[in-house]
């Protein structure tokens, strides 16, 4: 099973440039998160999603935009990119429900560099 | 607000030694509680879970953990530590309350583990 894949894998990007983030998950999950990850500080929520064509604001949303147009895909996006998203990046999944939700399945990450 | 503490930013252990990294937790009720570990360039697998019942809780690789509410404390455990454990591990504590409409996980800062042969 892929689980959840994530592309690209690297990628690196000058001040202002704009990308999106791809997010794919192949187990029918409802909800779907991306988190950034920094050193010394864990991984914070960016936005999450709790189905096809929702979408909501999460710990640390300023300066990224998602979608999720398909059940299946959640993308990131960001329109003018800093230094400080210098990151590397993880999309969650998990299933709908009390406990369920809370067990998140996560993809391998995409580390990217704004000089 | 929920919060997540790992005193240890890292830690190194001999193979074959044992092991505990320490986890503790702010939360208003009983949390749901999670220990996920990181191999480098891999995304995050999980480990155990603590909901309700038995408050130690067996997980994958041979790790353990016990939940101590009096503590807030959920502490990882390993009686035998493999050069393979060699990754960063993080603590996360779930929200339990009804309301909740998505997974709110708050990850503690992660703990590397180094193995020395």
């Known amino acids: 099973n892929a689980g959840v894949t994530q592309t690209p894998k690297f990628r690196v990007l000058k001040t202002g440039q704009s990308m999106t983030l791809l997010c794919a998950q192949d187990?029918?999950?409802?909800?779907m998160y991306w988190y950034r990850q920094d050193p010394g500080m864990g991984l914070r929520l960016i936005h999450y999603?709790?189905?096809?064509?929702?979408?909501a604001k999460g710990e640390v949303p300023d300066g990224y935009n998602v979608s999720r147009l398909k059940k299946q895909n959640f993308l990131l996006g960001l329109e003018s990119a800093a230094p400080s998203q210098t990151s590397v990046y993880f999309c969650?999944?998990?299933?709908?429900?009390?406990?369920?939700?809370?067990?998140?399945?996560f993809g391998a990450g995409t580390r990217l560099s704004v000089l | 607000a929920q919060s997540v503490t790992q005193p240890d930013i890292h830690i190194t252990v001999s193979e074959g030694a044992s092991l505990e990294l320490r986890c503790n937790y702010s939360?208003?009720?009983?949390?749901?509680l999670f220990w996920y570990v990181q191999s480098p360039g891999q995304g995050l697998q999980l480990l155990l879970k603590?909901?309700?019942?038995?408050?130690l809780v067996q997980g994958i690789k041979g790790f353990e953990a016990e939940f101590k509410r009096s503590q807030s404390s959920f502490n990882l455990r390993k009686p035998s530590v493999h050069w393979s454990d060699a990754a960063e591990y993080f603590c996360?504590?779930?929200?339990?309350?009804?309301?909740?409409?998505?997974?709110?996980?708050?990850f503690g800062q992660g703990t590397i583990l180094t193995v020395h042969p």
């Open positions: 969650a999944s998990s299933y709908t429900g009390q406990v369920d939700l809370n067990i998140q399945y």
């Open positions: 187990m029918n999950h409802e909800y």
């Open positions: 999603s709790v189905g096809e064509g929702t979408t």
């Open positions: 939360y208003g009720a009983t949390p749901y």
């Open positions: 603590y909901f309700s019942g038995d408050t």
């Open positions: 996360a504590v779930g929200a339990r309350a009804g309301g909740t409409s998505y997974g709110k996980l708050t």
